[in-house]
């Protein structure tokens, strides 16, 4: 079964230091999202990509959060410079949909754990 | 803004127990109601409702959404230790932007 890919599984920088995360959707999902989950929490949206355009990104820290999707395909998220509050689960989703048409589920990867100390 | 609220936070259970979780729900244009279970990673993909009173059924587990009183609920039969997860209940609304829950614990003891 076709999956999202992440990249790093893990990853353990210090605070003020720039940290960024990317994420390979399952082939043809013309919709990205990433989440922040912080331990004990529900996922929270920070970003969503249709194709290379960004839907929703009024979560978004935007003075020290960017992402983009440059060819609609994978996508990269960047911290700079990250805090100790950053400490999460960063997720990668993608579906079939797009917005407005809502018709599939989020199909997950396995994240990437950022620890900042 | 958008709210899911899940119920109970967490639950301890012994196998062959019957389990229910519970989410109610404030949406906007509310479009679907999701559940996933999450482990130590990627929450995966249980059951999308988008019909009142429609149940859906995978095994031992199975859901049923109610729009009217802006409810689902998610059922566990015959409780396994493999069932212990976290829990997560998400909505669909405008946009597609999905807002989930806080989760349940669930605990599945020998």
């Known amino acids: 079964e076709a999956e999202v890919a992440q990249s790093p599984r893990y990853k353990i920088t210090e605070k003020s230091q720039a940290v960024a995360f990317w994420c390979d959707p399952i082939s043809g999902h013309a919709t990205l999202y990433w989440y922040r989950q912080i331990l004990g929490q529900g996922p929270e949206l920070l970003v969503q990509f249709q194709d290379e355009s960004v839907v929703d990104d009024s979560q978004l820290p935007k003075d020290r959060f960017s992402a983009e999707r440059l060819k609609g395909v994978d996508s990269t998220l960047k911290i700079q410079p990250a805090e100790l509050g950053d400490s999460a689960m960063y997720l990668c989703?993608?579906?079939?949909?797009?917005?407005?048409?809502?018709?599939?589920?989020?199909?997950f990867g396995n994240g990437t754990r950022l620890t900042v100390t | 803004e958008d709210k899911v609220v899940q119920s109970p936070l967490s639950l301890v259970v012994h196998e062959g127990d019957t389990v229910t979780l519970n989410c109610s729900y404030e949406v906007t244009n509310f479009r679907s109601l999701l559940w996933y279970k999450q482990e130590k990673k990627a929450p995966t993909f249980l059951f999308m409702l988008t019909s009142s009173g429609i149940e859906k059924k995978s095994g031992r587990l199975s859901s049923i959404l109610d729009k009217k009183e802006l409810f689902s609920i998610l059922n566990i039969t015959a409780t396994q230790t493999g069932d212990s997860a976290v829990y997560l209940c998400?909505?669909?609304?405008?946009?597609?932007?999905?807002?989930f829950g806080k989760g349940i614990t669930l605990s599945v003891r020998p």
């Open positions: 998400a909505v669909t609304g405008a946009n597609s932007k999905l807002t």
């Open positions: 989703a993608s579906s079939l949909d797009q917005p407005g048409t809502y018709n599939s589920p989020l199909h």
